[in-house]
């Protein structure tokens, strides 16, 4: 008898100090310079120690590509989860080479800086479905009520894809935390500073509620997968 | 539904032999587009110079990437991805989250070329049997 209990109480011990979730397919999501690459290398800076997943600029469609970080492994009260990171460009409905030349690019790089954006924002696209979980990164000093946002988020709850709504730039004076909770109502939004790691703490909890989301949801596809 | 050389403008009917055997350009690439909207697409690109028409193509050929044989036909969704003018895109992101094809298959060519899945493909194309 004792025999049994001190597996069981192992376990117990053991889950209860250190559950790793693993093979969790979490993207960063949302429109041109939100900040995602920025909460990508933050993340990537807190957790891996100063590797960056990507360039940031001024420049809006900086990040014209997917990139990938697998293996992030992030530790928030005795619990653990590894995850893919999948940074991915910015979504825009309108990509100008214009607005790009404003920043003092020359004309054919702006052009194929246009060019990449928008073969960007199909990849985006494209991998939505391959999310486990996803992170809406959107500047808190602009109006959340955009088609792109209500486009992404509609789509997300079509794929009942988990949602965390991050409202980025909170160091800034026009930042407006409420206006992004009020036009998402339905979902968590936690305000951060990804550039100054401003309220990560409260983020990597948010993090770890989305993931237990999304493991839920894929235990009932895995059940619904059996049933077939 | 009409379709448009991506190269010089021209315009022709779907049913336009043209479609299959290239235009009186050259090229094989077309966009298509609604019967309703051929007013609005004829003023926009009648104002292109030759030069517009040529960087738009090229752009075109970047965004569905290599991988796909251009002695064939191949049209292209003009709803989902407009080019208005070289490095002026606007995308109609409902229709790209619902993954309709941006690029359409052609009768005689046998081949669709969806560009969400030409992505993921290095070489070759995905062919319709």
């Known amino acids: ?228 | 539904m009409p379709h448009q050389c991506v190269r010089c403008g021209k315009i022709y009917e779907a049913t336009d032999k043209a479609i299959l055997e290239g235009c009186s350009c050259g090229s094989h690439f077309f966009f298509f587009f609604k019967e309703n909207d051929i007013k609005e697409i004829k003023q926009e690109t009648e104002k292109l110079t030759e030069q517009e028409r040529h960087e738009i193509e090229q752009d075109v050929k970047g965004i569905i990437g290599p991988g796909i044989d251009q002695s064939k036909p191949v049209i292209l969704d003009f709803e989902s991805i407009r080019v208005k003018k070289p490095g002026k895109f606007e995308i109609d992101l409902v229709k790209l989250f619902k993954r309709k094809p941006l690029v359409y298959k052609i009768e005689e060519g046998k081949y669709i070329i969806d560009i969400v899945s030409t992505f993921q493909l290095k070489h070759g194309m995905k062919e319709e049997e």
């Open chain 1, 1 to 228: 008898m004792s025999i049994l209990i001190i597996p069981n109480f192992f376990k117990r011990i053991f889950s209860n100090l250190f559950t790793i979730e693993k093979h969790i397919k979490l993207g960063f999501y949302g429109p041109p310079n939100g900040g995602k690459t920025t909460l990508a290398n933050r993340i990537t800076k807190d957790w891996l120690g100063g590797e960056e997943i990507g360039k940031v600029s001024k420049i809006p469609h900086e990040t014209r590509k997917i990139q990938i970080k697998e293996k992030v492994e992030i530790k928030h009260k005795s619990r653990s989860i590894i995850f893919k990171l999948v940074d991915t460009p910015g979504i825009a409905t309108k990509i100008d080479y214009e607005d790009f030349m404003k920043f003092g690019m020359k004309s054919k790089d702006a052009k194929r800086r246009a060019k990449e954006a928008t073969k960007g924002v199909i990849e985006s696209i494209k991998w939505l479905d391959d999310m486990d979980a996803v992170i809406i990164v959107l500047d808190s000093t602009q109006n959340p009520y955009t088609q792109v946002n209500i486009t992404i988020i509609g789509n997300l709850v079509a794929r009942k894809i988990p949602v965390l709504v991050v409202a980025n730039k909170t160091d800034k004076k026009k930042s407006n935390i409420k206006k992004i909770e009020a036009a998402f109502p339905e979902y968590e939004a936690v305000g951060i500073s990804a550039k100054y790691g401003k309220n990560m703490e409260e983020f990597y909890e948010s993090v770890f509620n989305l993931v237990r989301k999304s493991k839920r949801k894929r235990k009932k596809k895995k059940k619904r997968g059996r049933r077939k």
